[in-house]
């Protein structure tokens, strides 16, 4: 059963245009969220995270927007750029479990020049 | 410096042998994990460990066992292993407190063949 769930496997935008990138939960005990970017042959470094008392939290070109009540919260880039091509991960953790984290399958964004 | 680093990053091996995967953290955290990503690209915890507990997901079977040596390392021992354990290893460090950012390491490619 996954509890976080990204229903886009791909995304493809070009460059200086906005990407979207969005993550559905199902577990409503997930009180933070968190998004991650991974590029190929390497591990997935942290990008941005929002706590569930948040509707919004933004960090340069980067916004996590959090909609509790329909249990979705999603990634804004902008403008994107070619090198913000790669896999992003949506994540999110319960109160008790630490930083346990659970997982989306992955969103590729594909900016093109 | 790498902050979390795990060897070896490939590793190819026969059916039914025992391996070990190693991992060290430079960066004074607590906590511990090791994560699986599978032939879907799923994240998944395996096991999350500090010097007070080891929390072990209940999907993850008996083979698996991590090995703590110090708070700087957490080795993953699989024995016997099975075809199905072919995947890409993250390992991952935090401070346990909730809120923490996790890092990762860049991953171990297992094949079983």
Request: charged letters at 20%; glycine letters at 6%; one cysteine or more.
């Amino acid at each position: 059963d996954q509890q976080v769930k990204q229903n886009s496997p791909s995304l493809s935008v070009q460059e200086g245009r906005i990407s979207i990138l969005n993550c559905d939960y199902t577990n409503s005990m997930f009180d933070y969220f968190l998004w991650y970017k991974k590029y190929p042959a390497e591990g997935p470094t942290f990008l941005i995270s929002i706590s569930s008392i948040k509707d919004k939290n933004e960090d340069g070109r980067f916004t996590v927007f959090l909609n509790k009540s329909a249990k979705h919260l999603s990634l804004h880039i902008v403008p994107s750029q070619p090198g913000d091509s790669a896999v992003y991960f949506c994540a999110a953790r319960t109160n008790n479990a630490g930083n346990m984290l659970t997982f989306g399958g992955g969103t590729r964004l594909m900016v093109k020049p | 410096d790498t902050a979390v680093s795990q060897t070896p990053k490939y590793l190819v091996t026969q059916m039914g042998n025992d391996k070990s995967i190693k991992c060290e953290q430079n960066l004074g955290h607590d906590t511990m994990y090791w994560y699986k990503q599978d032939s879907k690209k799923f994240l998944k915890i395996m096991f999350s460990y500090n010097n007070k507990e080891l929390i072990i997901n209940e999907t993850v079977p008996n083979r698996f066992s991590p090995k703590s040596p110090d708070k700087a390392h957490l080795n993953l021992h699989i024995n016997s292993l099975e075809l199905g354990d072919s995947a890409v290893y993250f390992c991952a460090s935090s401070q346990w407190t909730a809120g923490n950012t996790i890092y990762f390491g860049e991953g171990s490619w297992l094949t079983v063949v």
